[in-house]
């Protein structure tokens, strides 16, 4: 009987051993999204990550609580007061992702990618791309080239859509085409926008995470180009002449099963739609005349959450987090320039939290 039992108690041990031996084995590592896809879309101006909101102006990169509070500086590049700086933010596996434009003005580029730690510590460039995001383990960026026209103008031109290691290792091209840029990554899907240089057409599509089994979605005869994301529904404008306004902005919806295509909302005013989200039943979109509105697609229930006016007028969304967001104001001074103000604000009704931050393009 003693001996059943010990014979017993080890197949136990054994099988417990055989158990945690594997559970070792196979334990996957898990990784925090870079940034939501929503944010993705919207340009990644800002991200959220352990209760911080983190934002770049200019040469410097911020945090601060969504209450408004606790803002602290996180990185400084020195002697870069004139540059374009930072954008696309993402924070990934204990690193701040971002582009950082070293170039001053509107009419060129010279953007890097480059990640640094939340304490300001191991700041790194990994080289010239456009647009970032971070998802399953790997960043996914638009690679750039530099290039000259002819007036020998140099600027940064998309080279296709790369991966990389968190830590710049394992570079690999996923979608190598000219003018073919990353718009977002959700972990099981790559969406990515090619221009035709001779047409001027944009054209979407949808891949795997390794860039295969690419399945086009949609082609925008005109310019424009805001997306959104909701399950199945891939949202998208289209700018078009206008006999009266000029330029029409219409919002479309796209079912990625059946592949049918309705037109959900059309831009009041001629502007040109600045940003476009969506969640739940609602779109939210924002344009320089319209301020912020919310619209349901399908009962068309409008509701202006923030007003623009002539003095100061809403620029774009740039973050969605939880049940706040990200906005810019534009004051306009006719003889030098523009300041603009980074708010937030209150999602559901738009309502000022604090302003976190300012700068200013001639």
């Known amino acids: 009987m003693k001996k059943t039992r010990r014979n017993l108690a080890l197949l136990l041990a054994v099988c417990l051993m055989i158990t945690c031996g594997t559970s070792v084995v196979t334990a996957k590592k898990t990784h925090t999204l870079g940034n ?7 340009g990644s101006m800002a991200a959220e990550n352990g209760g911080r909101i983190y934002y770049g102006i200019r040469n410097k990169l911020y945090s601060v609580k969504p209450d408004g509070t606790g803002k602290k500086e996180v990185y400084t590049v020195k002697g870069g007061a004139g540059e374009n700086g930072f954008s696309r933010v993402a924070v990934y596996d204990g690193f701040i992702y971002a582009l950082y434009d070293s ?10 990618l480059v990640r640094v730690k939340p304490d300001g510590s191991g700041f ?10 971070a998802a399953d383990g790997k960043i996914y960026y638009t690679k750039a080239e530099l290039v000259s026209d002819e007036f020998d103008n140099s600027y940064l031109r998309p080279a296709g859509v790369y991966s990389m290691n968190p830590d710049g290792g394992s570079k690999k091209a996923l979608v190598k085409k000219k003018d073919t840029s990353v718009l977002a990554v959700d972990g099981a899907n790559i969406y990515y926008q090619t221009r035709n240089s001779r047409t001027g057409k944009l054209v979407i599509y949808r891949s795997g995470m390794n860039g295969t089994k690419a399945k086009k979605l949609v082609t925008i005869d005109g310019s424009g180009g ?12 289209e700018e078009t002449p206008d006999d009266k306004k000029g330029l029409k902005t219409i919002v479309y919806r796209l079912n990625m099963k059946s592949g049918k295509t309705k037109k959900v909302y059309t831009c009041k005013s001629g502007d040109t739609l600045e940003s476009l989200f969506t ?3 609602n779109l939210y979109l924002a344009t320089y005349d319209e301020g912020l509105k919310k619209v349901n ?16 007028p809403v620029y774009a969304v740039t973050g969605v987090f939880g049940s706040v967001i990200v ?30 931050g300012a700068y200013f393009t001639s």
């Open 279 to 281: 969640e739940g039943n």
């Open 103 to 112: 170039y001053g003005g509107s009419d060129g580029t010279r953007s890097k």
């Open 124 to 133: 790194k460039s990994f080289g010239y791309a456009l647009t970032v995001a």
């Open 226 to 237: 805001k997306y959104a994301l909701s399950g199945s529904s891939f949202f998208y404008s």
């Open 327 to 356: 906005y810019e104001r534009y004051r306009e001074d006719m003889e030098n320039g523009t300041n603009i103000s980074i708010i937030l604000a209150k999602k559901a009704t738009g309502k000022k939290i604090k302003e976190i």
């Open 36 to 42: 939501t896809v929503t944010n993705q879309f919207l």
């Open 297 to 312: 697609p399908d009962t068309k229930k409008e509701t202006t959450l923030i007003s623009s006016s002539q003095k100061s």
